[in-house]
T-cell receptor, first 110, second 117 residues
Framework: GENVEQHPSTLSVQEGDSAVIKCTYSDSASNYFPWYKQELGKGPQLIIDIRSNVGEKKDQRIAVTLNKTAKHFSLHITETQPEDSAVYFCAASKGYQLIWGAGTKLIIKP | DSGVTQTPKHLITATGQRVTLRCSPRSGDLSVYWYQQSLDQGLQFLIQYYNGEERAKGNILERFSAQQFPDLHSELNLSSLELGDSALYFC????????????????FGPGTRLTVL
């Protein structure tokens, strides 16, 4: 069935450095790829999304890239700050639902 | 605050029991989604309702059921509870149904933490 693999499971970066989280999906029909951020004790919140007719999308320090041929997409966070510490989830569309990655715990070291 | 409310915040019960989790979506949202998140694990999609009708089903156990009422609030019923059902249960809502080019942002509630002893 549809599968979304997310790497790494934990990422520790120095404050101010960049962070990259990668996801691969298996269903070539997937056409919507959101990224959610989950802070401790809260529900996930959408931070950026991309659709299959676009290769890259940016929103301030956050960007997402999509390679449909290789079936992978990545989240890029530049100039990381302490408030970026959280768990990040990628997802890929499948029919009416989203298939979620297992999550990446991002740790920002001061 | 996402605008999605979930009650109760915490629930402690015993194995074999039945519980009901409640969700009120954001004003105007027609779709409700239920997710299970076990400790240090990802989100498992359970079920989606759109305007009162079941729209998509994930890995929901037969012991679990859900419904969406005419006022659009939703309830998730968990029965014959087992220790392994202990988890965070999230409800999310969105404006429309997912599918095709019309995927909508899902807004998550704060979750209900279920502990089965």
């Amino acid at each position: 069935g549809e599968n979304v693999e997310q790497h790494p499971s934990t990422l520790s970066v120095q404050e101010g450095d960049s962070a990259v989280i990668k996801c691969t999906y298996s269903d070539s029909a997937s056409n919507y790829f959101p990224w959610y951020k989950q802070e401790l004790g809260k529900g996930p919140q959408l931070i950026i999304d991309i659709r299959s007719n676009v290769g890259e999308k940016k929103d301030q320090r956050i960007a997402v890239t999509l390679n449909k041929t290789a079936k992978h997409f990545s989240l890029h966070i530049t100039e990381t700050q302490p408030e970026d510490s959280a768990v990040y989830f990628c997802a890929a569309s499948k029919g009416y639902q989203l298939i979620w990655g297992a999550g990446t715990k991002l740790i920002i070291k001061p | 605050d996402s605008g999605v409310t979930q009650t109760p915040k915490h629930l402690i019960t015993a194995t074999g029991q039945r519980v009901t989790l409640r969700c009120s979506p954001r004003s105007g949202d027609l779709s409700v989604y239920w997710y299970q998140q076990s400790l240090d694990q990802g989100l498992q999609f359970l079920i989606q309702y759109y305007n009162g009708e079941e729209r998509a089903k994930g890995n929901i156990l037969e012991r679990f059921s859900a419904q969406q009422f005419p006022d659009l609030h939703s309830e998730l019923n968990l029965s014959s509870l087992e220790l392994g059902d202990s988890a965070l249960y999230f409800c999310a809502s969105s404006q429309g149904t997912s599918g095709g080019a019309g995927y909508n942002e899902q807004f998550f509630g704060p979750g209900t933490r279920l502990t089965v002893l």
